[in-house]
């Protein structure tokens, strides 16, 4: 689960973090109001999305296409150029790298006091689940993607590995501070930031903490100038307010119901759904159908032991995709039952219509009473036992290779 840079500024700021003063806005107007309040001649308004690369992406209008504005995140000098950039960021299309060319609708705004910036690093917090740690990566080529950084100069990222038993110690914040080339007030100030920072960590279940730019200002003090945070949602029974935190409109509103339903589901990009029970047999599922030349439409995983209502639901959300061609039912039954999935797949086949071919695999627990189900309607379908006839049916009759 992500959530937005002003939100995690708050998470920040309550923790002790240096950052800016800012101002979460929804309007122009609320934009205008936040320039006066923060007393700030420079300020910085900064597009809302849950993606990096804001800075570099382009705002399009969602009517008519056109280029409004090049660039997510605007210094403005001047209540009349807040006024400009406002315009051209809500209610607009943005488009960056982590985006896609489709783009996100901007809803949200964040107006900040400026700073006089000295120089401009990258910082990160991560789980290394190898190394069952918390990784710290830092390097002093901020506000520039990393991804260049530790392909052209992989020597300018410094690593330090927190044992969570221990903690991080004193002398690993040091010597990350030291190989930023951080020194004085700067240093002190870094010491006591990334403390902070690995507590927000690990107090709030993060997957990942990432500032960039975190900047040393003409004064030396270290302040985050960004906020990229996201949560490990098998922690979510931890933590009620993630639910007033979280922003559906940035979410797949499949997934968002697969999500409510129970289920594990993520929209992928090709035209096959799939509909599993496992992780495991659903990766491998997707992995068969590539092996044939096929796209898989879905990660759809139904769990061990769904009942006929959650079953249907999964069906229904697979066939809402329009770029759905085909479907394939592949059920290896342990604790589910392979009737009780025939049952679903026939009542909701007849109450939506099924105007796309259908494959289905059946294995395991009841597996003949639910082929039986299947053999004695009068559901358009192609049957078979393997994953592999599967896979190489659905295929061929969506016109694959």
Not at 181 to 206: H, P
Not at 238 to 251: G, I, T
Request: aromatic share 6%; glycine share 12%.
């Amino acid at each position: 689960m992500n959530i937005h840079e002003y939100q995690g500024k708050e998470l920040f700021r309550s923790a002790g973090v240096k950052v800016q003063d800012g101002v979460h806005c929804k309007s122009v107007e609320e934009a205008l109001t936040a320039y006066d309040s923060l007393g700030s001649k420079v300020v910085a308004v900064k597009s809302q999305i849950h993606a990096g690369g804001r800075g570099k992406g382009n705002l399009y209008c969602p009517d008519s296409g056109d280029l409004l504005m090049e660039g997510g995140v605007k210094i403005a000098f001047s209540k009349d150029e807040v006024k400009e950039y406002s315009e051209n960021i809500l209610g607009h299309i943005l488009v960056t790298k982590q985006t896609g060319p489709e783009g996100k609708l901007v809803s949200n705004l964040y107006v900040e006091a400026g700073c006089e910036i000295e120089h401009e690093y990258y910082l990160a917090l991560l789980v290394d689940r190898e190394a069952k740690a918390v990784l710290i990566m830092a390097s002093t080529e901020g506000g520039m993607d990393i991804e260049e950084v530790a392909e052209n100069t992989p020597e300018a990222i410094h690593k330090i590995w927190v044992d969570p038993s221990a903690g991080l110690l004193g002398f690993q914040k040091r010597n990350l501070g030291m190989a930023l080339g951080l020194s004085g007030t700067a240093l002190k100030d870094f010491f006591g930031m990334i403390g902070k920072l690995y507590d927000v960590f690990t107090s709030n279940d993060c997957s990942m903490v990432e500032i960039n730019p975190l900047v040393r200002t003409k004064s030396d003090e270290m302040i985050a100038l960004d906020a990229k945070v996201g949560f490990d949602e098998n922690a979510s029974f931890r933590h009620k307010k993630w639910d007033e935190m979280r922003d559906l409109s940035e979410e797949e509103p499949t997934e968002t119901r697969a999500n409510e339903a129970g289920l594990s589901y993520v929209k992928l990009d090709g035209d096959i759904g799939c509909l599993v029970n496992g992780a495991g047999l659903a990766m491998a599922t997707m992995d068969v159908i590539k092996l044939y030349g096929g796209e898989p439409a879905n990660f759809l995983d139904i769990g061990g032991g769904a009942n006929e209502e959650k079953v249907q639901e999964a069906f229904e959300i697979i066939l809402e995709d329009p770029n759905v061609k085909g479907i394939l039912v592949n059920i290896f039954g342990g604790i589910q039952r392979c009737d009780i999935v025939a049952k679903a797949v026939l009542s909701v086949s007849e109450n939506m219509g099924l105007e796309v071919p259908l494959v289905i695999r059946l294995s395991g627990t009841m597996f003949e009473e639910g082929r039986a189900i299947i053999d004695a309607s009068d559901l358009d379908c192609t049957s078979v036992e393997t994953l592999a006839e599967g896979a190489e049916a659905i295929v061929g009759l969506i016109g694959g290779e």
